[in-house]
């Protein structure tokens, strides 16, 4: 069992940045893809940004330049650094991982059900 704690997030003004981390309990050793899914109301949820054991990232072209995913191995801590935020980044964010990744590579845009564990989510808003 996997637990994901979210932080941060919040509201900016357009331009401006916000950070999103997200606890990973317990440690694993196993192999992952974990990362970030966002989602407006009434519509389907998306990938972000992931990240796989290696360190390899795969990004939304539309978060594309503008958002760095990161892991920090040391504190189990999975964090999304969101820079140049546009009013269309409004969405809830969702941290997820799925382990005992043997399942390809770790896309961004792999369908939301390949990950078995789902954070609360937080919202961001920003705003023009």
């Known amino acids: 069992q996997v637990q994901l704690v979210q932080s941060g997030g919040g509201s900016a003004q357009a331009g401006g940045s916000l950070r999103l981390s997200c606890e990973v309990h317990?440690?694993?050793?196993?192999?992952?893809?974990m990362g970030w899914f966002r989602q407006a109301p009434g519509k389907e949820r998306e990938g972000a940004a992931v990240?796989?054991?290696?360190?390899?990232?795969s990004y939304a072209d539309s978060v594309k330049g503008r958002f760095t995913i990161s892991k920090d191995n040391a504190k189990n801590t999975l964090y999304l650094q969101m820079n140049s935020l546009k009013p269309e980044d409004t969405y809830m964010y969702y941290c997820?991982?799925?382990?005992?990744?043997?399942?390809?590579?770790?896309?961004?845009?792999?369908?939301?059900?390949?990950?078995?564990?789902w954070g609360l989510g937080t919202q961001v808003t920003v705003s023009s």
């Open positions: 990240i796989d054991s290696d360190g390899r990232t």
């Open positions: 997820v991982a799925e382990v005992d990744w043997w399942g390809g590579t770790c896309l961004a845009s792999l369908p939301s059900s390949r990950f078995l564990y």
């Open positions: 317990p440690y694993t050793s196993k192999p992952y893809c």
